[in-house]
């Protein structure tokens, strides 16, 4: 079963930008990878997917702000977030459509 590892995360002024990556420890290709997010006291909610082929999507909150991207060959998963908001706070997961694996999260903390 494929593992992920997820890093980058930090704590960054609203404006900064972060940029995090998830490390499979096996092939990606077959599956459409997905970034979630759960912030304390609220339900985990799905923030972005990249499928191998076609366009990304985004929950709408962070459109325009967020991209996510793909590398195959280092079997990672990126999410770029940019003008962070002190609402993006959270612990950041990625994860496998279909699968049951989750990563450990990331913390990403938006504040002055």
């Known amino acids: 079963q494929v593992q992920l590892v997820e890093s980058g995360g930090g704590l960054v002024q609203p404006g900064g930008s972060l940029r995090l990556s998830c490390v499979a420890s096996?092939?990606?290709?077959?599956?459409?990878m997905s970034w979630f997010r759960q912030a304390p006291g609220k339900q985990r909610e799905w923030v972005a997917n990249?499928?191998?082929?076609?366009?990304?999507t985004y929950i709408d909150s962070v459109k325009g702000r967020f991209t996510i991207s793909r590398d195959d060959a280092k079997r990672t998963v990126y999410l770029e977030m940019n003008s962070l908001k002190p609402e993006d706070t959270a612990v950041y997961y990625c994860?496998?459509?279909?699968?049951?694996?989750w990563g450990q999260g990331t913390q990403v903390t938006v504040s002055s």
């Open positions: 096996g092939s990606i290709l077959s599956y459409v």
């Open positions: 990249i499928a191998r082929f076609g366009s990304p």
């Open positions: 994860h496998g459509l279909g699968t049951s694996t």
